[in-house]
């Protein structure tokens, strides 16, 4: 059977406007035997229509656009129907009176296609990265199919591109039109201007308008087209004018072809050539191939989710993202299926030509005996370091003697200024201070007393603690987890790009540091925000991706950390952790979930209005730790029992329980025996017995003891306490009685001899030997 390839048009009217649209399908195959027209979606989208596929009741949320075929010129929309589960829309035979009458025809296919094409396959091959990620449009490799050129009969038929036809014809469109009669002088009449073009075109001046405008035409043409010898003529006027009248007409070269020094050689015999080559690899495309390559900076956030998360306006985010980079990309992923990479290379890796302020602020009072605002890490102020280009760097400490530390830890990350200028407190200039300043060549500066206004750090420091408030209130935080919050706010205010002269359009990273600032680990996140990280230990059945909060980056492990804050209210840096879905923040199990965490943070930190509700309060038989310049105090933390979430202990071996591993001597049978107390006897409820006191005579708990003989046995704590302190004298020693030496030995080759038992000083002093040997 022959099946031929035509040219043909199929009629579609709509069944809700009754529009009658003609419908050009070029180059289809014709099998008369088919009932149905069949057309692939492909070879439509390549003809520039907008085909949907995919049904609307599979759809969650349809529109009109879903389901049906769209030409976006005119809007005209074909809607697709079901038979069975093929797609469809009606269509009939037009009658010839319906082809001349018709006056809206759409072409469904491209003119010219090659189904066999290798270049779809590698265009569309390259969409993705090696990772099977979407790569951006313009680091995107496009391969141009190479379409065999035709002989020089079908040359003159061949057409330009969309692109570049639509630009030729914007080019010609922009030009004047200046009828011929205009252009071309009466010279029946005019025979002052016949006289004047006798002699060159160049006098008359309709006619030298005319080349001008023609060539200005000319020239639009080439630049539209990215050509730069697209002329039929060596000048703007000819030398070898043809006529004697009017000087357009211009006689062509009649030399023969192959002699003619003027003309290059065949264009297209020579492209037949190179193409041959080609397909034959003996000529490498790229000898003769020009290509260009642009690149910028890698982006993974957009304006629109910075200004959201970092609560800056759009112009600045906008901003901020030109002036940074984002080098490390994470996908949202919802699966955490395994961990993250560890190459932070890329962020990983001074003089400071400026003058810093700095100073001192607190975030704890005393009210009646009680502290508040100290944070879970303990700290109670904050050391601000500021320049007046505003950049920004804190270090929360314990006290104020630590601002000696502080300042290592600046001159360490930051670098070391000329200058850093301070009020006159005793702190600040102390002698530690002002010795450090003298090792890195930095010279401290005090103010005079009673001008803090002139102090540039005190106005940041109001800054810094609106923009905490006002993320700690809007994400309902803890108050105890202040300085996670000022510390991720000095981060980006370093990296937000404001609109100030002396910024010029930078951030304070970049005029500071000299390098541009990244925001791979600050964009991703707000403050406080719900995320799901991956927890490695967990072991079957329990979940690896359990629910946090996040707190901001942190320099503990990878760049790319963020300190999580878990349900038990502890901290732990991670760099597996992703946000939580759309789903799941909507689901009703995922909120349970929440609630329950929040709850359990509320009863240990408290919210964002009320501190914790266990305050330490100071009494008079408290322990206060010893504290001196030289040596840091020592503080013994305080444990609680592990609990799961039903109050059930999952440590049975709590510690603060004084009797466990304790060595005791009690009576088995009718003997005594050394054993040690191992942990609390387990009742076959699976519950401890008994209560524990730290008063023995209270203490009702019932222990587990093992002797050497590895027997264990059951005894009250009663019991063993009385055991424990009749072996110890008054002030707490063991003693052990023996009744009699029944035997001794020794070994010659380590014992010290009588003899050798003493020595002989310089000064002539007889002492004993004294050895560990024997």
Known sequence: MTVEVVDAAVQYVSPYTSTVAMLVIRNALEVPAMEHNLIPPFMMREAGV???????????????????????????????????????FPTSKPSESDLMASKDVYILTPEHWDPHSPSYAANEESMLDWEGNLVESKFRKTEIPLIEIPDEGEIAGMKTSAVETSMVDAAMEAESYIPDDEIQPNLATDHTSQELLDVSCIYHDLTLSA????????????????????????????????????????????????????????????????????????LDIESFMMSAASADNPRGVKPDHLSKIWRISHDEAKATLEATSQRSIRKENPKLARNYGTNDRMLRYRRINDYFFMDTFFATMRRKNKVYGTSTRGNTC????????????????????????????????????????????????SDEVRKFMSDIGTTLRALEEGTPWSNKAELYIGLLKEAVRKDMREANCPLVFWDYCIERQARINNLTVKDTFKMQGRNPQSIITGEEGDISNLCQYGFYDWVYYRDRTATFPFNKEVLGRVLGPTEKGNEMCQMILKANGTTVPKRTVRPLTVAEIHSDSEKKKRNVYDRLIEARHGTSINPPSKEKVKSDNEWDPYVDEDEAPMEMPETEEPVDATGKAINQLPAYDKLIHAKVQLQVDEQMQKGKVTKRAIGPNGVTAGTYDDNPYLNTVIYEVEFDD?????????????????????????????????????????????????????????????????
């Open 211 to 282: 080349r001008m405008e023609e060539r200005a035409r000319l020239g639009r043409y080439q630049m539209s087209i990215g050509a730069t010898n697209a002329r039929y003529e060596l000048g703007l006027v000819s030398d070898d004018e043809s006529d004697s009248g009017d000087g357009t007409t211009y006689e062509p070269c009649e030399c023969s072809e192959d002699n003619c020094e003027g003309d290059d050689q065949d264009t297209t015999s020579s492209a037949q050539e190179a193409l041959k080559e080609i397909d034959e690899d003996e």
């Open 50 to 88: 907008q085909v949907s596929s995919t049904p609307k009741i599979q759809i969650s949320d349809p529109s009109v656009d879903d389901h049906a075929i769209l030409f976006k010129e005119t809007k005209f929309r074909i809607p697709l129907l079901l038979e069975g589960v093929f797609s469809y």
């Open 710 to 774: 590895g027997q264990v046995r059951e005894y009250a704590a009663n019991l063993i306490a009385e055991n424990i302190l009749t072996q110890v004298d008054s002030e707490g020693y063991s003693t052990t009685l023996m009744e009699a030496i029944i035997d001794h030995r020794k070994d010659p080759s380590k014992a010290v001899a009588i003899s050798d038992g003493f020595i002989v000083t310089r000064s002539g002093q007889r002492r004993r030997r004294q050895t560990t040997i024997g």
């Open 382 to 429: 904050c050391q601000v370091f500021v320049t007046d280009k505003n950049f920004v760097y804190v270090v929360p400490m314990k006290s104020k003697r630590d601002i000696p530390k502080a300042l290592k830890q600046f001159a360490k990350e930051v670098g070391a200024p000329d200058a850093i200028i301070c009020d006159f407190s005793g702190e600040q200039n």
